[in-house]
């Protein structure tokens, strides 16, 4: 079975400061690993992904995660936040051997205080 | 592209009527899944389809959920009879099997409140 673990309920963190988001995951074989970013009343919105590769990936509007297999970890991280990445952040996994089902995090509230 | 869409946004209904939401994939998708999504349980998949046809199920949460997929533009998820506890966000996303690791496109959602 694969699971998804998100431990914080919420982050805040002051605009401008770097931000750290956290993710660690379990599966079976080799990960496929996402991460979705949902604001108010919209759906969810790919944000970035590892597939093989680089561990540091990158993707839209200045984040990246950097991929760490010997702590199963995938942590989504930003240099700068903005006070308009205040949303709420999902960390979603799937067994590469499998098939299109993802498991997601229960999410984690991401609040840049300006 | 238009994006996944579906209907109706928001839905208020009594409950033991019956529900049914709506949904269009990105046209040349051949994955589509329905999810729920609540404070308490955060987002469920319920079920997804694999070119039209329904692969994992285990999700539904009882007989009262069925989900169709008639076509490759269009599917729904209808609950009869509805009951309070399925008040939730429904979303539909969908994807495509090419290269591996496919990102998963969300739809707006359907606001469901059961009275």
């Known amino acids: 079975a694969q699971s998804v673990a998100q431990p914080e309920d919420q982050v805040n963190v002051a605009e401008g400061n770097p931000l750290t988001v956290k993710c660690t995951y379990s599966?079976?074989?080799?990960?496929?690993l996402f991460w979705y970013v949902q604001y108010p009343n919209r759906g969810l919105q790919f944000l970035l992904k590892?597939?093989?590769?680089?561990?540091l990936v990158k993707g839209s509007y200045g984040f990246e995660a950097e991929f760490n297999k010997s702590q199963t970890s995938f942590h989504l991280k930003k240099p700068s936040a903005l006070v308009s990445d205040s949303a709420l952040y999902f960390c979603?996994?799937?067994?590469?051997?499998?098939?299109?089902?993802?498991?997601f995090g229960i999410g984690t509230k991401l609040q840049v205080i300006p | 592209d238009a994006g996944v869409i579906q209907s109706p946004r928001h839905e208020v209904t009594e409950m033991g009527q019956e529900v049914t939401l709506r949904c269009k994939p990105i046209?040349?998708?051949?994955?589509l899944f329905w999810y729920r999504q609540t404070m308490m349980r955060g987002l469920e998949l319920l079920i997804y389809?694999?070119?039209?046809?329904?692969?994992?199920d285990s999700g539904m949460p009882e007989d009262r959920f069925s989900a169709k997929m008639p076509n490759a533009s269009f599917s729904t998820l209808k609950i009869q009879p509805s009951e309070p506890r399925d008040s939730a966000v429904y979303f539909c996303?969908?994807?495509?099997?090419?290269?591996?690791?496919?990102?998963?496109?969300f739809g707006p959602g359907t606001r469901l409140l059961v009275l």
């Open positions: 979603a996994v799937r067994d590469s051997g499998g098939y299109q089902k993802v498991t």
């Open positions: 389809f694999n070119n039209n046809v329904p692969i994992d």
């Open positions: 590892y597939i093989t590769g680089d561990n």
């Open positions: 046209s040349g998708h051949d994955y």
């Open positions: 996303a969908s994807s495509s099997n090419r290269g591996g690791g496919e990102t998963q496109y």
């Open positions: 599966v079976s074989g080799n990960p496929y």
